[in-house]
């Protein structure tokens, strides 16, 4: 029985690191077929950066690349007048492994499909 290994990394574990580190953190986890939990998220750029690289790395038979969610909340400023989303949470993983994912407002549903990952 084939099983789904989850990385939950805290915000903390990822804050000394380089936008490049943490990319290549993420795609090194992804390629095994490991789902990856981040406490918050990937700023614009890197977002884009880890987009970019995965096309590179893409490979038909070994990796198909990878699907990318996240879990907002809206935060105010110091007075309420503007508000901004902030990532809570971030789940990346293998295109072929994540089959559907499910977002509400405050709630983020995936199920995976272990038999079909490589």
Known sequence: MEGLKMDFISSEALENAS???KIYMIIERVKRGDV???EG???????????ETTMREIDVENFVGIDV??????????????KKKTVVITIIGPANVMKTVKKQSNL??????VGNNG
């Open 19 to 21: 936008s490049m580190e």
């Open 108 to 113: 983020l549903s995936m199920v995976a499909d």
């Open 41 to 51: 998220g990937l700023t614009p750029s890197e977002r884009a950066e880890l987009i």
């Open 69 to 82: 969610h996240t879990l907002e909340k809206d935060s105010s400023s110091f007075f309420g007048f503007s």
């Open 36 to 38: 990856v939990v981040m």
